[in-house]
């Protein structure tokens, strides 16, 4: 184990912005874009809401565009160029509400936030990754079995091609180079809740495309991470109809690997590695089981750079897919369920001492997910602040 002295020191991101315009600000985010429909219909309040989570402490926000695609814009009503549009607003509001901040305790970054293709769905994918031909075998239905991977490889690979076809056509609305440009706004880019291996090495393709398409361009490429999903009650990733599951170390090995599976016309095809891997979206109390087979699974791994761990869980609530609510506390049983923001903040900051105390990440970012609010991460700042031994850090990759 690392002496304290050269540990990593940690990282404040922000909560659950599309819960938070949705609990605090009273806003209605049940539009198939979520919290991007405010980006249109409200654009102060997006930017009330950074604000507010960097006045409660955060070090990252992260920009209302998770649910965004052309897909989604569409069935929403939105025009190709208004969509565009619309998508680089999201990313001003988020610099407008980093300029307008005054601290002393570092920079603020802004990460781009992209959502897997399963929260483009309806119903949302973001826990089974149950895709429709091309992205997957079929979609979810009520009928009978579902399943989320292919029995035959060329299947297989054919449907992780067209999942990077989808990401990096969304990533190229940002990555642009005209007098307009929101790349120089962005430090990070966040792949986040990603439900299946197929689409980590999707999201890891378009990654190593974007990079070439950003040197022809003479424009900087920016550091970035995957996180995923691990619902209650759901082992992650059922690999095949009928068959197991994939190991822990499976999805270790996707994320870091240098190379991957896929090959086209007899080559193997590149996928870039990211900086930083995560778990988000995730209750809490899933976290003792799961982090340290991820960071046991890291550790074995033998890379010439450790990634940065960015951990950012739920408040505490649990999300019912099929009817699209927050299931309310009273239905919950509360002693397990640390629903509050010191409980949750008490919690988490146990947590990330500990993995930074392992010694096996570069650097550990942590924060909320869906139902943590400004008063979560106020809670998570304290916690920090009040301990010696837990240091805040600028982001250092």
Known sequence: MSSKSSLPRLVLLDGGLGTTLEDVFEKDISSPLWSASIVDKDPDAIVQVHSAFLDAGSDVILTATYQCAFGTFERAGYSKVDAILLMRKAVRLAARAKNQVSRDNGPVSIALSLGPYGATLSPPQEYGGFYPPPYGPRAYTDDSENFNAFTDMNDERAATLALADFHYERLKVFADDGEDSVWPLIDLIAFETVPIQREIYAIRIAMDRLKSHLSSRGLAYKPWWISTIWPMDVSYHPAYPGGGIIAYKCIAHALLFGHGPIKHKGSVIGMAVPEGIGINCTHIA????????????????????????????????????????????????????????????????????AERDSGVWQQVMVGGCCKTTPKHIEMLSRAWNSSGSIERDAIRI
């Open 286 to 353: 899933q976290l003792d089981d799961v982090l340290p087979k991820v960071r046991g699974s890291v550790a074995r791994m033998r890379i010439q750079k450790m990634p940065f761990l960015v951990l950012y869980p739920n408040g505490g609530n649990m999300y019912d897919i099929m009817n699209r609510r927050w299931i309310p506390e009273e239905e919950l049983n509360k002693e397990k369920d640390k629903t509050s923001p010191e409980m949750w903040a008490s919690c988490v900051a146990s947590i990330a001492s």
